[in-house]
């Protein structure tokens, strides 16, 4: 069983001169829960490499399990500072994709036509394609084999307005997530902020936030397991 991590390159805030990146826990959960159910994990991002990770992220605020485990595991750390080139990875070698948040892929794998293909390639072969948080966006371009919006008349979830507003970036973001998938055709759906919510529709899976990341990588080993 063989499930790809996939992470942003991507570490501007818009032009507010901060830094962004990927969620820790956003890529901790899912790579232990992975690694503990006995998958074989692939990272992969944009330019290679190590992925920036989103300093806020690493606040004693969002510290979780986790996030804890994975400052203990030099093998994790080794792994996550070596990710392979989106641009190398071939889809048939993997069983599943998960898509790590932050607001990172915003800007670059909302993009990428490497993910693009990648995320067609493996939702039209039946594998389970999954994000979490801010990471919906990379459905954003994605088509069905129909070349209809892949999210069209899917069931997703992802980043909400509200939670946007929250953390006071509904105006930097290149775009707001819910209201991208809302105008996709997709039936998207929330739960109140900052609570786990996952939705899965056939193959493809989302998670509302940072808390769903945990269940959100369960449902896929459910599925590869199933």
Wanted: with cysteine.
């Amino acid at each position: 069983m063989k499930i790809l991590l996939v992470l942003t390159s991507h570490d501007e805030l818009g032009n507010t001169g901060k830094k962004t990146g990927f969620w820790l826990e956003e890529f901790a959960a899912p790579y232990y829960v992975f690694n503990d159910g006995s998958a074989d994990v692939t990272l992969a991002s944009p330019n290679g490499g190590q992925p920036p990770l989103d300093p806020k992220s690493d606040e004693p605020d969002f510290w979780t399990q986790a996030t804890e485990r994975f400052k203990g595991d030099d093998t994790a750390q080794a792994a996550l500072a070596n990710t392979l080139k989106l641009s190398d990875i071939l889809p048939d070698d993997y069983d599943a994709v998960f898509y790590v948040g932050g607001h990172g892929p915003l800007w670059d794998l909302a993009e990428d036509r490497n993910s693009i293909a990648l995320i067609e390639i493996m939702y039209a072969s039946g594998k389970p394609v999954a994000a979490v948080c801010h990471a919906p966006a990379v459905l954003r371009h994605t088509k069905a084999p129909d070349g209809t919006p892949l999210v069209k008349g899917k069931s997703v979830t992802g980043f909400s307005n509200t939670e946007e507003d929250a953390v006071q970036l509904s105006s930097i973001v290149p775009f707001l997530l819910e209201d991208e998938l809302k105008a996709k055709g997709a039936n998207y759906s929330k739960s109140d902020d900052w609570h786990p919510y996952v939705i899965t529709d056939g193959n493809l899976i989302t998670g509302q936030n940072p808390a769903s990341s945990d269940p959100v990588a369960k449902a896929v080993l459910e599925i590869l397991n199933s």
